[in-house]
Structure formats: C-alpha cells, structure tokens
C-alpha cells in the first residue's frame, strides 16, 4: 500500500468515525423524544452498523499483518 493509498484511507477512516459518533447523538437524541420515529430510528441504527462494518474494514486495511 503507498503512502497516498494510506492517507487516503486515514482520512475516510476519520469521517467514518465522525459520522458514526453523529449517528450515535441522533439516535440518542430520538430515544429521548416523547415520540420517537421508529422507523427513522431503525433506519439509523442500519446505517450506523454499516458505517462500523466499513470503519473495521479500514481499520483491517491500515494495521499491517503481523505474523507471530
């Protein structure tokens, strides 16, 4: 992987997380109103898991393979 491929990785990784932690604020924020959407609520909960499928992915991608 180059240093470019790297960076470029690390910055998606960065607004993955972002966008994870923003889910995370929302759908706390939708349990705490007096009638919360649930279909908004399941919608963002799918939507979180993809984004931390992604996030491993990438974070597999930059952690070079150490064999012991």
Do not use: G, V, W, Y
């Amino acid at each position: 992987m180059t240093h470019e491929n790297e960076r470029e990785l690390e910055a998606e990784l960065t607004r993955l997380q972002q966008e994870h932690r923003d889910l995370d604020a929302a759908i706390d924020a939708l349990h705490q109103s007096p009638a919360p959407d649930l279909l908004r609520l399941q919608r963002l909960k799918k939507r979180k898991l993809l984004l931390r499928d992604r996030i491993a992915f990438i974070e597999d991608q930059i952690t070079p393979d150490i064999i012991a």
